[in-house]
């Protein structure tokens, strides 16, 4: 039984109903975005007995193990062993990412939950160092389907972008993923602007940091040099992966 932290559960119960943009909303949100899908487990719990639940942030599996000590057994997915290193958004940010903060949250999650899943060794390693049983830890690497990145006719690909993008062949950087502080997108555009080439950047994907980004762009006179596209599917990604002179990803940490 899955109920993940992630940005769509984070919209519902925290962002979606909170317009203002000032500290003390978005601590809020935060804070209720990752409150809600716990006690929506534990919720269904009620109702249904599971064998096991799967979260996706140890501030979720500290809520369900150690403040509700829950008897189902809990697998935890950890995606970051040091948040800390990334820019802060809002004051609970920087309270849950501090170094003491979070490396408390882990110990303490490492006490309670049945298992941790990693996706590398060096994340392993570094859960070990703060003194987790590496007998809970097993390393699971992301999975990738190869067949997405089967080549494609270099005349198809070029046809679809002329068409819907208005883009050449290898002619573009581009950056795919969520629009948020931590992914550094940024770095990208003001690297951008110090570039004298008229390369474009293309930016797929969506997030809370999309005006501000475009904002950026306006501010450093590139907004010419960057093209916004949005969300995609999967099947337009993969025209522009196959496309892209460069894919850039900055991620801070």
Known sequence: YLWGWNFDLYK???????????????????????????????????????????VHHPLQAFILKSLFHISAPVVLTNHNVNPYRIPSQNFVHRFLRCKFS???????????VECII????????????????????????????????????????????????????????????????EKGVDIIIKSLSLMKSNIPLVIAGAGPHEEYLKKLAHKLECENKV????????????????SALYLVLPSYG
């Not at 949100?29 to 534990?42: D, E, N, Q």
Request: hydrophobic share 40%; proline share 2%.
């Open 118 to 181: 990693v996706l590398n060794n060096y994340m392993k390693k570094e859960l070990q160092s703060l003194g987790i049983d590496k007998r809970k830890l097993s390393v699971i690497p992301n999975g990738i389907d190869f067949s997405f990145y089967d080549s494609l006719p270099v005349s198809d690909i070029e046809s679809y972008l002329k068409s819907k993008y208005g883009l050449s062949y290898k002619s573009f950087l581009l950056y795919s993923g969520r629009l948020v502080k």
């Open 227 to 242: 093209v916004f596209l949005g969300e995609l599917s999967r099947s337009e990604l993969r025209f522009l992966y196959h």
């Open 102 to 112: 979070w490396n408390f949250l882990m110990r303490e999650c490492g006490k309670a």
């Open 12 to 54: 519902c119960y925290g962002a979606g109903f909170i317009k203002r943009r000032d500290w003390f909303s978005n601590s809020l949100a935060y804070i209720v975005g990752g409150l809600m899908p716990s006690l929506k487990s534990l919720e269904a719990m009620k109702k249904k007995k599971y064998c096991i639940l799967h």
